[in-house]
Nanobody
Framework: QIQMVESGGRLVQAGGSLRLSCAASGHSFSRYAVSWFRQAPGKEREFVADINWTGGTTTYADSVRGRFTISRDNAKVYLQMNNVKPEDTAVYYC?????WGQGTLVTVSS
């Protein structure tokens, strides 16, 4: 059974950068499309970005397009976050199909 594990969340200042990672344990996810979602305090979970299994097709939410980049290699999926804003503060989750990780917290200070 696949388990998704996110890492890389931390406190960062507005305008800074960080990279989140998503790894799968128990099974390879190299043939899966993978998505990043986020959930801010008091808000519903929202889509951030996704990438198909080859890495050739990516999609972004309007709120992060041009600032975030999703990528993947054989082992992990990454979310490079540049020029972060306080409104990017959230727990970030990766998912493959119906499988979700536990999330990693990103806090952006102004």
């Amino acid at each position: 059974q696949i388990q998704m594990v996110e890492s890389g969340g931390r406190l960062v200042q507005a305008g800074g950068s960080l990279r989140l990672s998503c790894a799968a344990s128990g099974h390879s996810f190299s043939r899966y499309a993978v998505s990043w979602f986020r959930q801010a305090p008091g808000k519903e979970r929202e889509f951030v970005a996704d990438i198909n299994w080859t890495g050739g097709t990516t999609t972004y939410a309007d709120s992060v397009r041009g600032r975030f980049t999703i990528s993947r290699d054989n082992a992990k999926v990454y979310l490079q976050m540049n020029n972060v804003k306080p409104e990017d503060t959230a727990v970030y989750y990766c998912s493959a199909g119906e499988i979700w990780g536990q999330g990693t917290l990103v806090t952006v200070s102004s």
